[in-house]
């Protein structure tokens, strides 16, 4: 591990680099995805409503083709990556934290015959190991709320970003007004102080240069997404035990 990162990079790395961790949430989710789902019936399957979310993400971006080079941040197993890369036939290089999430992302990647256009690199969104002006577009789902200096990743982000290029991202958001307190046992669980908003957000990649496109509140899927979990968990509790 590396001990330069943050302590709450350190955290969320050690969480999911975890074999319970992980043999649950490859399990609950199908293997492929592990951020919310959008769902169209309240019954239907975490992988299917996750799927959903990527395929939506992926309308909004205005210039993808074969000839984009895309930075999937905190890409997990890699589900976006490989729906990108087979829609769009783009290169993705997947940037994340856990090891053992990227051992099964790019088994996955050997499997489905896509290592030629998909790489998967360890490490930290705090500090992107890549030159500046490498990407086309830089794609996140639920992962930057792991940092405790967002604004350092925007400001990474902006870096690696192609003067035009396009940031796509999710992230679970607190709300303007969330009473004082109310989130602090996820605060500290997940090693952070605070969560993102939507002002944040806006603000911080407005001072950065940035022109907002497009915001899609997803929030009433959360819920749901949370309950589908806890059944799922109870319906596997053999396997995820």
Not at 218 to 230: D, L, Q, T
Request: aromatic share 10%; glycine share 8%.
């Amino acid at each position: 591990m590396n001990t330069s990162y943050s302590e709450a990079v350190k955290i969320a790395q050690n969480y999911y680099d975890g074999l319970e961790t992980d043999q649950l949430y490859a399990a609950v989710w199908g293997g492929e995805h592990i951020h919310y789902g959008i769902y169209n019936q309240p019954n239907e399957p975490i992988h299917d409503a996750s799927q959903r979310t990527v395929e939506r993400i992926a309308q909004t971006l205005e210039n993808i083709n074969q000839n984009s080079r895309v930075m999937d941040l905190g890409a997990g197993y890699g589900g976006a990556a490989r729906y990108l890369a087979k829609a769009y036939g783009c290169q993705v290089c997947c940037l994340n934290l856990s090891e053992r999430q990227n051992q099964r992302n790019r088994q996955l990647n050997q499997e489905q015959i896509l290592e030629q256009l998909i790489e998967v690199t360890q490490g930290s969104f705090e500090d992107i190991p890549y030159p500046d002006n490498s990407f086309d577009i830089v794609w996140s789902q639920d992962a930057i709320l792991h940092s405790s200096d967002r604004t350092q990743v925007l400001k990474e982000i902006k870096r690696v970003l192609k003067s035009g290029g396009e940031l796509v991202f999710t992230d679970p958001m607190q709300s303007e007004t969330c009473p004082p307190g109310l989130l602090q046992p996820a605060f500290e669980r997940l090693g952070i102080s605070d969560m993102g908003s939507y002002h944040f957000y806006s603000k911080t990649l407005k001072n950065l240069g940035f022109e907002e496109l497009n915001f899609i509140d997803i929030s009433k899927n959360v819920p749901i997404h949370y309950r589908r979990f806890g059944e799922e968990v109870r319906k596997r509790y053999q396997e995820v035990v």
